[in-house]
């Protein structure tokens, strides 16, 4: 055996083409390349053909010996290829036409036939890849059937369906029922501002001062004009007496007294702007100005909100509108607020905007806890009714994003994947995957398993 031997190493290098060629056509090159544990390639990866044509050392071909000497594609009749049976020990014999053990060698001894060593070759390594990737495979225990599970007491409720009313949420904005935007009615320099953001007023209190320079000036020159007026009307009232005066000149000092009175009067007026008074008892909600900035007719300075309470105005479809009486009572939801709130609808605009095809409703709440202006609400419209199915919290089963319930029938458990909705006092909501009149399992589910026997308690 030992002239075999060395012609078979010498021959090695030669046969690496070969054997390279055939592995990639029998796309099996890239597993072996990689690794000399084909069990974890074939982990892996179902497809063994990727990695083959990184690589061109084949570490397979180093575990063969085979008598190819140079210029020869074929082994002759009669030449022995050994075969390592420590590196391969599952090869059949049977396996290629004409192969013989040799005991004492411990090898695998293959009288080559004058078939092509590459046809060979190739046959070898598709049953030893086909042999490992069924090694790395994990069987998996069979699971128990229906009958191999032991009964499971329980208790089951048939489920009806509960006709409800069919509500519609509309978004809507909490204001107060009494707001004023605090302007000035004259032009001025804001000399005093006395109230801060929050604080509490009364129907009367100071809330801005404005500068009166120039009111107060127009004041004095209508004051003289006035008393100027009104002694000329005097004299030329005894003049008349006297038969001294014509009727045309009483005339006219009668009409220069008249309007020189009007124009201290609307001096005045002007004079009592200087200092803008809140209108009613309300809180102080904004602060637009402040002490030395400059006021004018139409500027905001300040906003007011009154004590009267608050109320949510919503924008609700037309369509859903028309379900609405007046003084109906509506819940309202407010992120702040824990509990739902009732409100009784206020008012209710006759007529639509055309651009959004919404109308506009006010609708008056109770006094509540942290319940401030200008919070984000939910009103509950009525859109109809229909009909719910509701289960008991206990019978819903949840496997991670999965929610079961399982379904009592023909004395077996059913998993049933549903999809639920709100959690009501009535129970969850089931919006799909169970139907009315099916019998739940409401005790017990918790452990069942997808046709486990029940005994229904």
């Not at 210029?71 to 290829?81: D, H, N, W």
């Not at 075969?83 to 004409?98: D, H, K, M, R, T």
């Not at 070898?124 to 499971?152: I, M, N, R, W, Y």
């Not at 009149?437 to 308690?457: H, K, M, S």
């Amino acid at each position: 055996m030992s002239k075999p031997r060395t012609s078979v190493l010498t021959g090695l290098s030669k046969l690496r083409t070969a054997v390279l060629t055939r592995l990639r056509s029998l796309d099996l090159a890239q597993a072996v390349s990689r690794s000399d544990n084909l069990s974890i390639a074939a982990s892996r990866r179902d497809n063994l053909s990727i990695a083959a044509s990184r690589r061109d050392n084949l570490r397979i071909a180093q575990r063969f010996s085979v008598g190819l000497n140079a210029g020869e594609e074929q082994v002759p009749k009669g030449r022995l290829i050994e075969l390592s049976a420590e590196s391969f020990p599952a090869v059949p014999s049977g396996l290629i036409s004409g192969a013989t053990r040799f005991p004492t060698l411990k090898r695998w001894a293959i009288v080559a036939y004058p078939f092509a060593i590459n046809r060979l070759l190739g046959l070898f390594l598709l049953g030893l890849t086909a042999s490992v990737v069924g090694c790395g495979k994990h069987h998996e225990p069979q699971a128990a059937t229906g009958e191999d599970l032991t009964p499971a007491a329980v208790r089951v409720q048939k489920i009806e369906p509960v006709k409800q009313p069919v509500m519609e949420e509309v978004v809507g904005t909490v204001q107060p029922k009494l707001q004023a935007i605090i302007e000035a009615k004259v032009s001025g320099r804001i000399t005093r501002l006395p109230v801060v953001l929050g604080q509490s007023v009364r129907q009367g209190d100071v809330l801005v001062e404005l500068a009166t320079q120039e009111i107060q000036a127009r004041l004095d020159q209508a004051n003289a004009a006035f008393r100027q007026a009104e002694l000329d009307f005097n004299r030329t009232a005894n003049l008349r007496k006297q038969q001294a005066a014509t009727q045309a000149e009483m005339d006219a000092a009668q009409a220069r007294y008249n309007v020189t009175k009007a124009t201290v009067a609307e001096a005045e007026a002007l004079s009592g702007y200087a200092k803008i008074l809140a209108p009613f008892d309300g809180v102080v909600a904004r602060k637009l100005a402040d002490e030395g900035d400059m006021a004018m007719p139409g500027k905001p300075l300040l906003d007011l909100e009154g004590r009267a309470g608050l109320r949510l105005v919503a924008d609700v479809p037309s369509l859903l509108a028309s379900r609405v009486l007046p003084d109906a009572r509506l819940a309202v939801r407010v992120d702040t607020v824990p509990d739902t709130i009732t409100g009784t609808l206020a008012e209710i605009s006759p007529a639509a905007d055309p651009a959004s095809r919404t109308v506009r409703m006010k609708v008056d709440l109770p006094e509540t806890a942290d319940l401030r202006t200008g919070q984000f609400g939910r009103l509950a419209v009525p859109a109809g009714e229909a009909a719910f199915l509701f289960v008991p919290p206990p019978a819903l089963v949840r496997r991670g994003q999965l929610e079961i319930l399982f379904v009592a029938a023909d004395g077996k458990a059913q998993m049933r994947l549903v999809r639920t909705g709100k959690e009501t006092p009535q129970g969850i909501e089931i919006l799909a995957g169970l139907a009315p009149g099916e019998a739940v399992v409401c005790e017990g589910a918790g452990t069942l398993r997808d046709g486990q026997p029940l005994q229904v308690q």
